[in-house]
Nanobody
Framework: QVQLMESGGGLVQPGGSLRLSCAVS????????MAWYRQAPGKQRELVAS???????NYADSVKGRFTISRDNAKNTLYLQMNSLKPEDTADYYC?????????WGQGTQVTVSS
């Protein structure tokens, strides 16, 4: 059974940092493109950042220069380093694993940016 487990969310002040992690089990992590999505209250889920099996990265314009996505295939783990956080980054953050045949989602971790 494939499982994606996010962690690292929480409450942080504007300008602060958080590091999200997504531990993947039950499948061959290195064979999946990975991504972080987020969904703010009352809004649609949006792509934040993605990383291919070859570690090519892509970012939403709203987070470029502030967020960094990375993966550790030896640890079956995806990361999202979030710096210079803004109140508009407040959302539930979801880990996504995808290949040509299947897509998997985690349960999400909440990030709140507030003073």
């Amino acid at each position: 059974q494939v499982q994606l487990m996010e962690s690292g969310g929480g409450l942080v002040q504007p300008g602060g940092s958080l590091r999200l992690s997504c531990a993947v089990s039950g499948t061959i992590f290195s064979m999946y493109s990975m991504a972080w999505y987020r969904q703010a209250p009352g809004k649609q889920r949006e792509l934040v950042a993605s990383i291919s099996t070859g570690s090519t990265t892509n970012y939403a314009d709203s987070v470029k220069g502030r967020f960094t996505i990375s993966r550790d295939n030896a640890k079956n783990t995806l990361y999202l380093q979030m710096n210079s956080l803004k109140p508009e980054d407040t959302a539930d953050y979801y880990c996504n694993a995808a290949n040509r045949l299947k897509t998997y989602w985690g349960q999400g971790t909440q990030v709140t940016v507030s003073s």
